[in-house]
């Protein structure tokens, strides 16, 4: 692919009012709205049900509201006729107990009964463990890369890097909190996928930008920085593309128990590789990064040692 010749940097006020716009919009949906958290961090029961045809999921909703479970969040599971219940928990009433009711009322105005294949109860206090575990895993590996980073490259790096991240990482919230998406384990694993992804990109592009501080004396620091985005844009767009072909394709036709995991991975490649274009160079260049930064320091003694 030809190297273009954008100027990215030169446009950054205008992706940084654009970010900024979306993070105030993805915190305050976060703040009023809230995530809607799935039972594995709130605790419930989840119920799997067959049916020997592919099911109604509408009439299966409207049955349950009417029998008193208006809780309950309806989905199919791998094939139309299998079908996931998932039910907050419910006081007095044990899984068991549950799991029946449940069957007998979606059961009592059809002629073929659904027949219970699994059924699974995650405790209030585990839901509390794996919400702080899964947080803690988040801030643990937001701190590795800040100091990764850092020690492989420079602070002003560093710290553009970690603002790339949590801004991709909040507008992926934010974008979960608008629409009501469920939020629940699998999509925590693809938001730390996210943030692997995201850091990637922004490592290539640093590391270009390095090697091009110490060849190019006479460009500016912009003029480096565009330089470098240019030469590893085909690199981005082809890797981005390709996952993206691999992850509409799970979207798609991997069924309702990974689509919301697709969609933050969808969501999550996209904003990745637009923030480590728009949002990681330019946040050094703020910080004031320069080629002085990044030169080898030269070893006391060495002039000397070259002498004959």
Known sequence: MK??????????????????VLMILSIGSLAVRGLQMGIDFTGGTLIEVGYQKA???????NTLDAEGFGDATVQNFGTAK???????????????????????????????PASVRRVEFVGPQVGDDLAED?????????????????WRFEWKFSTGAVI?????????????????????????????????????????????IRENFRLMRNKTTEEI???SVNVTLSRTIMTSLT?????ASLFFLGGEVI???????????????YSSIFIASPMALLLGISAEDLMIPVKEGAEIDRTP
């Open 243 to 247: 996952v993206i072909l691999v992850l």
């Open 134 to 150: 899964g947080f803690l895993a988040l801030l643990y590996s937001t701190v590795g890369i800040l100091g990764y980073i850092a």
């Open 3 to 20: 190297t273009t010749n954008i100027n990215f940097i030169g446009n950054r006020n205008i992706a940084l009012i654009f970010s900024g």
């Open 164 to 208: 790339a991240t949590v801004h991709d990482v909040v507008v992926t919230l934010g974008l979960f909190s608008v629409l009501g998406l469920e939020f629940d384990l699998t999509v925590l694993a693809a938001v730390l996928a996210l943030i692997g992804y995201s850091l990637n990109d922004t490592i290539v592009i640093y590391d270009r």
């Open 225 to 227: 920085m565009n330089i």
């Open 55 to 61: 099911a109604d999921l509408t009439v299966l909703r």
């Open 82 to 112: 299998d079908v996931l219940i998932r039910l907050k928990l419910h006081e007095g009433l044990s899984s068991a107990d549950l799991s029946s009711k449940v069957l007998e009322a979606i059961n009592k105005t059809t002629a073929e």
């Open 259 to 273: 689509h919301n995991f697709s969609i933050v991975l969808l969501f999550g490649v996209v904003f990745g590789t």
